[in-house]
């Protein structure tokens, strides 16, 4: 692989670079719009984005909003559990939160059910309770 830009960063540096531009967007951003955002950052090709992406994931430092297929940076210091996202459809704010009992109760279903999770993805859309005062 030839040597590119990026490369030149450790991944610790990559992901202060994404993570800083997640923030600043202050919204959920697809790859595309953050790689926009990173151009410059030296943080450009779309698999050290990508990667960079799954170790905030990992480290709880960002989450992926599968129905918006996009990213936002974590507001949450701990998660004590999975982060259920409410997702306004008119102005496009996340609110994060936690629901213990709504993941025991799917855990549970899965654990009755024999069914093997691969993924859990807990996100209501709607509108806010500002965008619903707002009408
Ligand atoms: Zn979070
Ligand atoms: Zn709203």
């Given at each position: 692989?030839?040597?590119?830009?990026?490369?030149?960063?450790?991944?610790?540096?990559?992901?202060?670079?994404?993570?800083?531009?997640?923030?600043?967007?202050?919204?959920?951003?697809?790859?595309?719009?953050?790689?926009?955002?990173?151009?410059?950052?030296?943080?450009?090709?779309?698999?050290?984005?990508?990667?960079?992406?799954?170790?905030?994931?990992?480290?709880?430092?960002?989450?992926?909003?599968?129905?918006?297929?996009?990213?936002?940076?974590?507001?949450?210091?701990?998660?004590?559990?999975?982060?259920v996202?409410?997702?306004?459809?008119?102005?496009?704010?996340?609110?994060?939160?936690d629901s213990a009992a709504a993941?025991?109760?799917?855990?549970?279903?899965?654990?009755?059910?024999?069914?093997?999770?691969?993924?859990?993805?807990?996100?209501?859309?709607?509108?806010?309770?500002?965008?619903?005062?707002?009408?």
């Open positions: 692989m030839p040597q590119k830009l990026s490369k030149r960063r450790s991944a610790a540096d990559q992901d202060k670079i994404v993570v800083a531009a997640l923030r600043e967007a202050g919204r959920p951003v697809s790859a595309y719009e953050l790689m926009e955002e990173l151009k410059g950052s030296g943080v450009t090709a779309p698999p050290t984005v990508y990667r960079a992406l799954q170790r905030l994931i990992d480290d709880g430092l960002a989450h992926r909003l599968e129905s918006l297929n996009a990213f936002v940076a974590c507001n949450h210091p701990h998660h004590t559990t999975k982060a996202f409410a997702i306004c459809d008119a102005c496009g704010s996340v609110t994060e939160f993941i025991k109760a799917l855990q549970s279903w899965a654990k009755g059910s024999e069914f093997q999770v691969r993924a859990m993805t807990l996100e209501l859309r709607g509108n806010c309770k500002s965008c619903v005062a707002a009408t």
